[in-house]
């Protein structure tokens, strides 16, 4: 049979790998794959397990096409041409001792030409309701040959057959014969269907089919109502404003002090004695002059008042807002007025912004202070800013759970405070600025921890607590979540896209930043949708700083599971001079050039300029790099030098779509190509450029022992690319004994890649990469809510009980072909890639070098993927016992 007569579908693999390899042998072998959920007429095989229920079978079957099993590829593939189908066909085995072949009756009778397909002659007037049903049912009756007519019928329509889901007395009062649907399947396979029947579960012929009680449509809103409800829980919980006073409710006899004497007092210096005049009348309702704290303000700035001055004014502070929460009447602007440098006065952010810089040892403050900093003012300044960190906590508690918590009577509710009339929003936010996340206040304050973190790292090694870092990124995680709040209603895309530009901007200004450090600031974030997209945008950063890139799709379980698992495996073999260092001075910073590779910066005091190749980033008029011509000319000195370069591309191609393996092949620079075989990460192999690969290229200009080189690397499967009309390497060599010795080479690099022991080779990045991951997993499981950790009785089981049903016999493409909302669209990825787990599927991407490594990280990331493995289960488990108690 001529290979262009092949034409496959597939049908009932949802394994990713095994159908990769089914599609490579098809194409390997001449022949042509039709992706698609849906069957398609020009499809001449079709490839299933085993006989099932999808419309691709039935269709196949009516069309009286070849149906076989995948190992009629995998052995054709063997064999190196296409093999007979017939003991490949699809059989089901029935009571008898001879098996049953769906397809064999009509493929026979389609060779003697009394038939052109099962349904031949039929003219069929199909009352389906369900749109998406009755197109199915229409490519499944024209397959077999039928003419189909729809509701109403033509009038001069000659019908033979009308076939109804539901039956009505409507579809029954035609003149022709009305059948259910079930007929299809019932002429089909004749007396073996309803044997057939007992093996196809859920048929999607039958009447009661289960998916049918599960409305698409109305599912999308239920989980957007959830997804909702997700994103307005509140993330952060105070617990101790719980105890604040009822400033309904005045201590009796409160009066109002006069406070002539702390004026005489300030004026004289006195400002221990004015403070403990003033902290006595701390009362609802009663604050003290603003221009009297800021004159005390003023005094603690000059450095000179003592450690129990300062730790009283602290007290009370506390003290006045505990008694006066802002937040109560957002129009008193007391702590607006207060909050701020007594001498500039230009408000609270330049204030914390000298408060940061102070404590971070800076001359950059609103004016001049005293130098070196002392410590008194930087532990004033310390506690000025826990003191703002409380004060905005309570402004987002209030806005979360309104007043009734803590500020009134019991029995009695207020409405949350405005957003608008808050400390935080009008310190942090421009009015311009509202709709963003990334204010320039925020990206200053991203550049204040940043340094922080690793300034505080450094002098505190061997410290559990990073004291400045804690509140700034408390700071961080109480902003993102006020602004978050306050727009996730109005756009969730606007609120994604906030968080992620947030995030990015910090991978950006902290990539010269050691990854220990930036692992130690995603452990400290307490905000889970902070820590989410932070976790992210650092884990694909590290990626890209060590050489591997990511898919640039939105964050999703799947691709938690498929590329950044996959990602971490290749961390596990970076070379030890990408570990993270404790040192952040002896970083390397890296800044991602083209393609080429030939944009790399380097920092690195280890690779001194005689060591940087002349030349290097030049490239020629044919797109030649200095690797491309150091491979030619067989110069293994300079491309030694080259691979040794962080950030060099071993895959660059020039104009033409050459590498500098092909160039080493086609020159017989044997030298250059042990070295490029031994880099990391390894070169692309399979890469070719009219046909030609680097094997191809090496056997056609005579150069046997790199040949042997590249197969004792990779394998045979290098053996089964193809030249010129499907010559294979093999094909090249003109003599038997030149054949033996490719296929000895090739038989020794298989038992090679077969024995291979999974080894890591740098420990310390692994175990940077697993914390990333593990966070980024577990926050992601509690910030998007996956529906594997409902409980019985909540609405949410409901739903993912109706989610999962439908996924039973759907792909989520057709659950969701006619959705518009794309977070519920993810939502229901996410619920797939459970069950996925909870069948034991995806775990095998795992590197067997990670799952073997027993790091503390490492072993909590495979903890994390248990748990995620087991809600599948129970997700799976709860359909079971639906369906059991539907057949009781």
Known sequence: MASSTHVFQISGIKMRDKKRL????????????????????????LIIPQVMSSEKFLATCAAAKWVVTPEYVLASVKNGSWLPEGPYEVAISLDSPSAFYPVRQWREKLATGSLAGAFDGWKVLLMVQDPSRRAMFTRLLTAGKAKVYHYPPRSHSSITHVMAKPLTEDSKSHSAPCYPVTHIIQHLFGSNS???????????????????????????????????????????VFLEFLSYSDPCSPEPQAMETEFINVDSMIQCG????????????????????????????????????????????????YQLLTANPPWQDPSKRFFAQVLQCPQCKAGLWPFLQTAISYCLSSEVTCHAH??????????????????????????????????KDFLTPQGSELPPASASGLLLYRTFWTVSERSTLLSHALKRLIQHLVQAAREEYVEGYDRREMLLPDILLDLLSVLVEFWCQQYFKLNLNLMEKGLTDLAEHFAVISQDVCAVI???????????????????????????????????????LKKMVLSYL???????????????????????????GTNSGNQTLLNDGSLGKKSIPRRLNRVNAAGETLL?????????????????????????????????????????????????????????????????????????????????????????????????????ALDLVSSSHQREELLHSAHTGDSALLNQVPKVVNLPLLEVGSTLLAHLIFSYQKEKGLLGRTQPGEKAHEVASKLVRALETHSVDNVTASWTDQHAVRLVEDTDTLLGLGRGHYLGQVSEAVKAYKGENTTFLMKIMEDLKCQGEALLREVDKHNAERRT
């Open 194 to 236: 309803v044997t057939m029947n007992l093996h196809i579960k859920g048929s999607l012929l039958s009447e009661t089919t289960e998916n049918e009680n599960v409305d698409l449509s109305y599912l999308q809103k239920e989980l957007r109502d959830y997804i909702i409800k997700q994103e307005g829980r509140p993330r952060l």
């Open 270 to 317: 006195l400002f221990a004695e004015a403070l403990d005049s003033i902290r006595g009348a701390v009362y609802p309702g009663l604050l003290p002059p603003a221009p009297y704290l800021s004159s005390l303000f003023g005094y603690a700035q000059q450095g000179s008042a003592s450690s129990f001055f300062l730790t009283t004014l602290e007290q009370f502070l």
């Open 370 to 403: 005293p130098q070196p900093a002392l410590p008194t003012v930087k532990q004033f300044y310390m506690d000025l800013l826990a003191f703002c960190l409380k004060l905005f906590q309570g402004e987002l508690h209030s806005t979360t759970t309104g007043l």
């Open 22 to 45: 089914l599609v490579n042998g098809i194409r390997e072998l001449g022949g042509k794959y039709i992706g698609g959920s849906v069957y398609h007429h020009a499809c001449t095989h």
């Open 628 to 728: 491309h011509r150091a491979c030619k000319k067989n110069q293994v000195e300079t491309v030694l030098q080259i691979l040794a370069l962080p950030g060099t591309d071993i895959n660059v191609k020039d104009h033409a779509g050459w590498t500098p393996m092909h160039e080493a092949c086609n020159h017989g620079s044997s030298a250059c190509v042990h070295a490029l075989l031994r880099h990391y990460p390894a070169p692309v192999l399979n890469s070719q450029v009219g046909g030609v690969s680097p094997l191809h290229d090496a056997l056609l200009n005579g150069h046997m022992d790199i040949a042997k080189m590249l197969l004792e690397h990779a394998g045979s499967v290098l053996l089964q690319q193809t030249y010129k009309d499907g010559l294979t």
């Open 566 to 592: 996959t990602a971490l495996g290749s961390l596990t073999r970076s070379p030890t001079s990408a570990s993270p260092k404790t040192n952040p001075a002896s970083d390397i910073s890296i800044s991602e």
């Open 518 to 556: 930036l692992k130690e600031v995603i452990i400290r974030i307490s905000s889970p949708r902070l820590k989410m997209v932070m976790a992210d945008a650092i884990f694909k950063n590290l990626c890209l700083r060590n050489g591997f890139t990511v898919t640039d799709e939105p964050l999703s």
